[in-house]
Nanobody
């Protein structure tokens, strides 16, 4: 499984950095996606990164504020979140795309697995 951590309470305009790493033995994957789920809402795509070449993808609402990156040596993916807004409040999860063989990474959470416990991000106004 992939475990997400680094969440917390922050004021609007603040920053947090989330981390995502395998909890057990590492496994081969096409990429890693960050998703978030607010109370009463469906899990939504936030950002993704291809493992091989670090191609990045973002949902429009976080472009220019969030940055996804990966450290291959540490087998860890990061999500740097700047200029946080109250609407960013959610539980953030990372998932693995293990089976895609080419093309863009998917925005569909059903393509990902190995979800672990998420990490709660709360942004106060």
């Amino acid at each position: 499984q992939l475990q997400a951590f680094g969440g917390g309470l922050v004021q609007a305009g603040g920053s947090l950095r989330l981390s995502c790493a395998p909890s057990g033995r590492p496994f081969a994957l096409y990429g890693v996606g960050w998703f978030r789920q607010a109370p009463g809402k469906e899990r939504e795509f936030v950002a993704a990164i291809k493992w091989r070449d670090a191609t990045k993808y973002y949902v429009d609402s976080v472009k220019g504020r969030f940055t996804i990156s990966r450290d291959a040596a540490k087998e860890t993916v990061y999500l740097q979140m700047n200029n946080l807004k109250p609407e960013d409040t959610a539980v953030y999860y990372c998932g693995a795309d293990r089976f895609t063989r080419g093309g863009r990474m998917s925005l569909n959470p059903g393509v990902y697995d190995s979800w672990g416990q998420g990490t709660l991000v709360t942004v106060s106004s």
